[in-house]
């Protein structure tokens, strides 16, 4: 490699949106120290934005829980000057105790750089004493890799057999998700020439390896030796549904998601990769124990690698690590939830190809809590109900959950990536925490019931179009009716984000769903309309089914029906009459 440092606290290597709207190449440096002035990231995709926002999260995390907002250690934990890490090892329970026994809080650290608008110098010092852990060409502690050394002294099998070093290639185009080619099978509409696939600079090679980390894939054959019975991970970021807060800039973004809320030892103790020795590290992933703080976990790694550089062109050798234990790991905010009763343990909930279609607002209730006992909230959700009721952030404050990930391709052997989601809904936090204690007026539980009511409908006009293609002679129309009902969901989407955000805590509650119910009932009535003028001959004639003719008029005429029992018929003043 023709140069031999390539830092990321001075090198420019992240994208963002300014707040002009161009789109910058900024260095950890610049971007602490001037993160109310962006907009947003603006990586190669959304996913690599999400593991590039957890990484930034990781190192606020860290300095935030051992120095204050003016750059003091806390009361309760002793700093080494020399590493800015906690001296000796801590007494978690005692670090605890002491906490609770101090007046100031981390809650207080929070709100103190909330209200300045900006870092403090504290994150550029910490970054500072860890300049060679974050540069990319360093030859003891290359950034999110091993050394040749450390790697050499690791055992590594294939199929229960010792291989050297040589082993385990991986292609610079499988790390990079735009393409995810292996050289077994490939890409046939790649964004890149096949000259250029395994071609990066730098600063793109150092965020596709973050990326690499968390949305993985299992295709890898080289095991650690004590970890050979184990399957490797496939990056955590691919075990859960994630969902984040998404603020006016980045610095907003980045706070919304600072979670330093204190319940146990989460926040108190914290512990990135970057702090690790390499060895002890590799035995924590081998042992597969789940990270017990959050720094930890969103550096969280699913691959020991490590870059060898012939000049320009590196080679990357991979060795799969296996996937810590997910089960009932609250201690990740960013998803949601689901309970297998089978094993009777909640488990981060998964995007799969059936849910592409599914969109965010039909899931509500995984987010935000209708207050249902089968129900456990995001814990990132959990943190902004801590901020409004602590009157850190104002009531009519509009807050943007946004879920973002990759969709693996259903092959268990592979894992790859098929497709990238994202997805936003925006309210006003006195909706989201609204604490109503009238049934009746509960924001959160109404418009649970506002989404069961379009799923009803949207489940009715599937069933006209079932009925319209069985009329019609299709080979499947079961098909047919699901595409034509993922059409009729894609058109509730926009007015039903927009009906959301308008929704506030001073509303007539009644008056605001009948408005949406008349929105949800002209678009089912179009839909069903559009249907009946696309009728071919076959559905006028119509069929006998069970001695009892069957024709488009008759189905139309029955979901009108439906229609009605779900959204009550308009009165003259255009408002629904419940029947």
Known sequence: MTNKTFNLITQPWIQ????????????????????????????????????????????????????????????????????MQLAGKPNKKLVLSMYKRNKVTLLHTWSSLYQQGHFSSIVVDYLKHYRNRFDLLDDRYPFYQF??????????????????????????????????????????????????????????????????????????????????????????????????????????????????????????????????????????RAARIMP???AELYTLWSRILHIEWDGD??????AGLPKADSEGSFIEPMTTWKYDKKDKVWKPATFWIGSLSRTMWRNFGEYVSTHKDDEHEPGIVNWLQLLKNQGLIANDFPIRLTTVGLIKDGNANSQMPAVEVYDQMELNVDVLFDKDPEARSFWPMRIEGIIKESNRVGNYYQQLVKSAGELRGLDNPNDYAKKLADQFYESL????????????????????????????????????????????????????????????????NRYTVQLSSVLGKKNESGVANEQ
């Open 313 to 318: 062109q590196p080679t990357i050798f991979t």
């Open 147 to 284: 050394s040749k050394g450390n790697y050499d002294a690791l055992k590594l099998i294939l199929r229960g057999k010792k291989v050297g070093h040589d082993k385990g290639k991986l292609a610079i185009k499988q790390i990079n998700r735009t393409i995810s080619e292996s050289n077994n099978s490939r890409f046939v509409f790649s964004p890149r020439t096949e000259l250029n696939k395994n071609k990066l600079d730098l600063a793109s090679l150092t965020r596709w390896l973050i990326m690499y980390q968390n949305f993985t894939g299992v295709t890898d054959k080289i095991k650690l030796k004590k970890a050979s019975t184990l399957p490797v991970s496939g990056g955590w970021l691919y075990s859960v549904r994630p969902v984040f807060i998404e603020g006016r800039n980045l610095f907003e973004t980045l706070m919304l998601n600072l979670d330093l809320n204190v319940s146990n030892t989460l926040s108190l103790i914290q512990r990135p990769v970057w702090e690790w020795a390499p060895q002890e590290y590799v035995d924590q």
């Open 16 to 83: 963002v949106i300014d707040r002009h709207g161009y789109q910058q190449t900024v260095s950890l440096k610049d971007l602490f120290e001037h993160a109310q002035e962006y907009r947003q990231l603006a990586g190669d995709m959304r996913s690599q934005d999400l593991t590039i926002l957890r990484f930034l999260i990781a190192i606020l995390t860290t300095v935030y829980s051992r120095f204050d907002a003016k750059g003091q250690s806390y009361p309760w934990i002793k700093i080494d000057l020399k590493t």
């Open 493 to 556: 989407n926009e007015p039903f984000y927009r009906w959301l955000a308008s929704l506030t805590s001073q509303d007539d509650r009644d008056q605001k769903c009948d408005e949406w119910r008349n929105t949800l009932r002209r678009l089912a009535h179009e839909a069903g309309r559009r249907l009946l003028d696309q009728a071919s001959p076959q559905e006028f004639r119509g069929k006998a089914f069970d001695n009892k003719l069957e024709t488009i008029f008759s189905y139309y």
């Open 292 to 294: 017990d703080n959050l």
